[in-house]
C-alpha cells in the first residue's frame, strides 16, 4: 500500500500499517521530520516491522535544519527553517512528550505569555511597528493607529452581511465580502504572509480558513457563530483531542524507563505557554529521533540515493527504484515528500510499468503549486532592536518595495527563553490531584548582540524571475534600514555583522481556490492507482 503525507489523517495511516502482517517490510521516502516521526511511532507500536528510511540528501530533518557558523571567534547557530514550536497543539505536546521520553527534557525551553519574545508586530503604511494586541493598552494603540482604522465597523456590521451559496473563493473575496477592505489589507495579509508566504487573493477560503468558513455557512455570520460558541464552551473542564487520547493509550506502558504522566496534564502545562524551542536550535529534536532509530537493527538509513520511481508490481506489492539503480519491494510506502517530486516518481513509475509516461495521480498533485523562500540570516555583534519581540510580518497596505515577508527576531527569542521542566512544572505533571498550573516568569538575557532572519520570495516572485543572491541581500538590507533604522554604514561586514543566505525551492504549498476538491481527487486516484 501507498500512503503519502499530502493527504489522509495521520490516524488512520498508522492503523492500516497496525494491520500489516507480522515482520512487513515498510518504506519511508524522506527523513524530514514527518518521515522519521512515523517510523519513531510504528516501531515503537510494531517492533516486528523493518523499516528503510530514504532520503535524497546527507542529512536529516528536512526543511528544519539549524547550521553552526562561525563568526570572530564565536559559534553562532543559524536557522534556516522553523525554529519554535507552537506551545497549545497537539503536535507540540507529542514532540515533547518524545523529547522527554528519550532523556532530552533539558533541552525543552518555553517562552511565556508575557514575556518580551512573545511581542508580535505588523509593519504600518508608515513602516512603523504596531505590536499586535495582546492586552487593553496594545488593542487600543493598535485601533488608533493607520492599521486599525475600518476594523471595528467592519467587525460590528458582519453579522448583517448576506450569507453566500456553498462556494470556494479567494482568503482576499471571503474576507473583505464579511469585514470590508481594513482586515485583509492591514492585518490578514501579514498573517499569510508569514505562514504560507502567499497572496491572499488566490488562496482558498474554504481550505485556509475553514472555521471562519463553515461558521458563515451553519450560522449565517461569523462574528454570530464565535459568540453562539463562547456561551457554549465549557469552561470547567480541559478537553483533551481524539488524537492525544489515542497517543496516550497506544503508547502507556511502551517506556518503561520512563516517567508516566498523563497525557492532558502535560497539555494544559504547554497551554501556559504561547512557543516552545529547543536549547541549540530545533534540529536537535529530528537528530535526537534519528539518533535513537539508528540504534534498532530493523530500521535503515539509505542517503544521498533518491528515489526516482515508484509502481506497484505484480505480486501487488510496490517497487521503488533509486537513482543508483537498487530497487526493491515493500508491502507499505509512506511518502513524506511533496507533490511535485511524488508526482515524478509515479510518472517515471509509469513508465518503467507500461512504456508509457502517463500516471492520473501523478497529473492531479502536479496541480498543486508550490513557491520558493528566501532566508536572509543576519548576526550583528551589538543591540541595534529598538523594538522587542518575535518579529514582524508585513501587510499588503504596506508599500513594501523590497518584497519582504516578514523579519524574525531570532535574539530576543533566544534571551527569553526559560527552561519548562522547573521543580513546580515536574511536581504538576507527575501529580495525580488536582493543582495549580505553575508560574513561570519571564526572563531576558540581555547579551549585546542581535540576531535576525528576514524571509523573502514567496509569492513576490511567484511570476519573476528569481533574483541573485546579492540583490536580495541589499534588498533586505534596506528594508531594515528602513523599518528598524539600522545603519549599516556604520558597521564594518569583516568586524560587525555576518550575513548567511539559503534559498529553499518548492518549500510551501499554495492552497488555491479549488484545493479541496483536488485534494478529494488526489486520495480517489491514489486508492485506484
Known amino acids: ?48 516491522l523493518h523499516f528503510t528510511i530514504y532520503e535524497q540528501s546527507n542529512r536529516i530533518g528536512g526543511y528544519i535544519n539549524t547550521e553552526e557558523h562561525r563568526f570572530k571567534g564565536e559559534l553562532v547557530n543559524l536557522d534556516k527553517g522553523p525554529r519554535t514550536l507552537r506551545g497549545a497543539s497537539d503536535g507540540t505536546t507529542i514532540i515533547v512528550d518524545t523529547l522527554i521520553k528519550l532523556g532530552h527534557s533539558d533541552l525543552i525551553n518555553i517562552i511565556p505569555s508575557n514575556s518580551i519574545a512573545n511581542k508580535k508586530y505588523l509593519l504600518s503604511p508608515e513602516n512603523e511597528l504596531v505590536q499586535v494586541p495582546n492586552d ?6 493598535f485601533l488608533k493607529s493607520p492599521l486599525g482604522k ?15 451559496i456553498n462556494k470556494d473563493e479567494s482568503v482576499e473575496s471571503f474576507l473583505t465580502r464579511r469585514f470590508g477592505k481594513s482586515l485583509p489589507n492591514n492585518i490578514m495579509s501579514a498573517v499569510f504572509n508569514g505562514i504560507y508566504a502567499a497572496d491572499i487573493g488566490k488562496l ?52 518503561k524507563d520512563a516517567p508516566y504522566y498523563p497525557i492532558s496534564r502535560l497539555q494544559s502545562l504547554l497551554k501556559s505557554f504561547p512557543m516552545v524551542v529547543l536549547k541549540g536550535g530545533l534540529s536537535n529534536l529530528p537528530n535526537l529521533i534519528g539518533e535513537h532509530l539508528v540504534k ?63 500516471s492520473p495521480t501523478a497529473d492531479i498533485a502536479l496541480e498543486l503549486k508550490f513557491i520558493n523562500i528566501f532566508l536572509i540570516n543576519l548576526y550583528i555583534k551589538k543591540n541595534v532592536l529598538k523594538n522587542h519581540g518575535f518579529g514582524y510580518l508585513i501587510p499588503k497596505s504596506n508599500e513594501n518595495n523590497e518584497r519582504v515577508l516578514g523579519v524574525i527576531f531570532d535574539s530576543d527569542i533566544e534571551k527569553s527563553a526559560t527552561k519548562l521542566l522547573q521543580s513546580d512544572s515536574i511536581k504538576y505533571l507527575k501529580s495525580n490531584q488536582e493543582a495549580a498550573l505553575p508560574v513561570i516568569q519571564p526572563v531576558f538575557n540581555d547579551a549585546d548582540y542581535t ?19 546579492e540583490r536580495s541581500i541589499s534588498a533586505a538590507k534596506e528594508a531594515l ?9 556604520s558597521l564594518s561586514p569583516e568586524d560587525d555583522f555576518y ?31
Not at 455557512?217 to 478537553?239: F, H, P
Not at 540576531?451 to 543572491?469: E, F
Open 499 to 529: 550575513i548567511d543566505s539559503q534559498l529553499i525551492p518548492n518549500c510551501l504549498p499554495q492552497y488555491h481556490i479549488g484545493y479541496d476538491d483536488m485534494k478529494k481527487r488526489f486520495l480517489e486516484s491514489v486508492k485506484e492507482e
Open 204 to 255: 482558498s477560503a474554504k481550505t485556509t480558513l475553514k472555521s471562519m468558513y463553515e461558521s458563515e455557512l451553519q450560522d449565517g455570520s461569523i462574528v454570530k457563530s464565535m459568540i453562539m460558541k463562547n456561551l457554549q464552551k465549557d469552561t470547567k473542564k480541559d478537553t483533551v483531542s481524539p488524537i492525544l487520547k489515542d497517543y496516550d493509550q497506544k503508547f502507556k506502558g511502551i517506556f
Open 136 to 141: 487593553l493598552s496594545s488593542t487600543f494603540n
Open 296 to 358: 534498532n537493527n530493523k530500521i535503515k538509513f539509505v542517503k544521498n540515493d533518491p528515489i526516482i520511481s515508484i509502481n506497484r508490481n505484480q505480486n501487488k506489492s510496490i517497487t521503488l527504484r533509486t537513482s543508483s539503480g537498487i530497487t526493491k519491494d515493500y508491502s507499505h510506502v509512506r511518502s513524506t515528500v511533496n507533490a511535485t517530486t511524488f508526482a515524478q516518481m509515479l510518472q517515471n513509475g509509469a513508465l518503467i510499468s507500461s512504456g508509457e509516461e502517463t
Open 451 to 469: 540576531k535576525l532572519t528576514i524571509m523573502m520570495g514567496g509569492h513576490y516572485w511567484a511570476d519573476h524571475k528569481i533574483p541573485s543572491r
Open 1 to 48: 500500500e501507498l500512503t503519502s503525507s499530502l493527504v489522509g489523517s495521520e490516524m488512520c495511516i498508522r492503523d492500516r500499517v497496525m494491520s500489516l502482517v507480522k515482520n512487513s517490510n515498510i518504506a519511508v521516502i524522506g527523513a524530514g521530520i514527518s518521515g522519521l516521526s512515523f517510523v519513531y511511532s510504528l516501531s515503537k507500536l510494531r517492533p516486528d
Open 481 to 489: 534600514t528602513n523599518q528598524l533604522g539600522i545603519d549599516f554604514t
Open 150 to 164: 475600518g476594523l471595528v465597523p467592519g467587525l460590528l456590521t458582519e453579522v448583517f452581511k448576506p450569507q453566500k
